[in-house]
């Protein structure tokens, strides 16, 4: 099943499990969701999930910019995903992405 893209749900993938997120997309459906690609080590397999809400797009998409100005083509950012907030409607995500040089910058 190599080369293969399987999506998952963000709530389903691995906790505190570094993903390097490859690309993103914003999905044009009703919610306006972010589409990430990521990449789990020693998985040959390119997987999609969900991110947030559009309206956070500009940040994100300013994020990816500034990593990759500060690491060129080879910029690597990172998610993680630490479980779940209660909430009424379910529960809420709760993801950290990072870049090295990003972080560094930031701080």
């Not at 963000?10 to 990449?39: A, Q, W």
């Not at 300013?62 to 950012?77: C, I, K, S, V």
Request: glycine content about 8%.
């Amino acid at each position: 099943m190599s080369g293969a893209t399987v999506y998952i749900p963000l709530i389903c993938l691995k906790m505190n499990h570094p993903y390097k997120i490859t690309g993103f997309s914003e999905r044009t459906d009703v919610n306006g969701k972010i589409m990430l690609s990521l990449k789990d080590h020693g998985d040959p397999r390119e997987i999609k999930s969900l991110l947030t809400h559009r309206c956070f797009y500009p940040h994100f998409k300013q994020l990816w910019q500034l990593n990759n100005a500060l690491d060129g083509e080879e910029a690597t950012m990172k998610l993680k995903f630490y479980g779940c907030k209660p909430t009424d409607d379910g529960g809420t995500p709760i993801v950290r992405i990072s870049g090295d040089r990003l972080i560094a910058f930031l701080m």
